[in-house]
């Protein structure tokens, strides 16, 4: 279990490929917390600046790993890693993506920001130990009315993607309309490691 004591605590997300997510709050026993559950901290512990100089109210943020792949600390999202081709993490304001009531300059994460793929963190896990993961979740509204759904789940820690091959995962309920609401996900580690936890479009 050696390397095993990272931090981790899932909180706000929002995602797409056909999906986003808004809030989220994934709780697994040990004193392990999600970084930047909010999607509001760049790499560099700078705040995220929405709307941007360009008055766009999203915008692509590197992932994690973005300052290895030679980008500054400031034009990336803390704690999150993707397996989007292009590393990129899209977040913007709710509204962008679907009513969150009195909650819409929430900032959230959209799912398959350049291309399908998955949004993660790792964590560490004994044998058989249960994770709840709550979120929000919203269709994204020119999926053209086709029922869209998001997986919340554990993956392998190397998996590398873009999608599928979780070893435990739930879906969220289908939705066709552009408005976050609650989900919930229960699932379990299959062995005592480090793993990806995290959401894809389904």
Not at 169 to 177: D, G, P
Not at 184 to 200: C, D, K, N, S, W
Request: with cysteine; glycine share 12%; charged share 10%.
């Amino acid at each position: 279990m050696s390397g095993c004591n990272r931090s981790v605590f899932l909180r706000v997300l929002s995602l797409w490929l056909f999906v986003l997510l808004g809030i989220s709050q994934a709780f697994a026993g040990g004193v392990r917390v999600i970084q930047n559950p909010t999607f509001e901290i760049r790499k560099d512990g700078t705040a995220v600046t929405i709307p941007t100089p360009g008055n766009d109210t999203w915008y692509y943020w590197g992932d994690d790993t973005c300052v290895a792949a030679g980008r500054t600390p400031n034009s990336c999202i803390a704690g999150w890693r993707t397996t989007d081709t292009g590393q990129y993490v899209e977040v913007g304001y709710a509204s962008t993506y679907g009513n969150f009531g009195g909650q819409n300059n929430r900032i959230v994460a959209e799912l398959n920001a350049s291309s399908q793929s998955r949004l993660y963190q790792p964590i560490c896990l004994q044998a058989g130990e249960v994770v709840t993961m709550d979120y929000y979740f919203s269709a994204r509204t020119n999926g053209g009315g086709t029922p869209q759904q998001v997986s919340a789940g554990l993956w392998n820690y190397t998996d590398t993607g873009p999608i599928g091959g979780a070893l435990s995962s739930q879906n969220s309920t289908l939705s066709s309309t552009a408005a976050f609401t609650p989900q919930h996900a229960v699932f379990t580690a299959p062995g005592a490691g480090l793993y990806q936890i995290g959401l894809e479009a389904v």
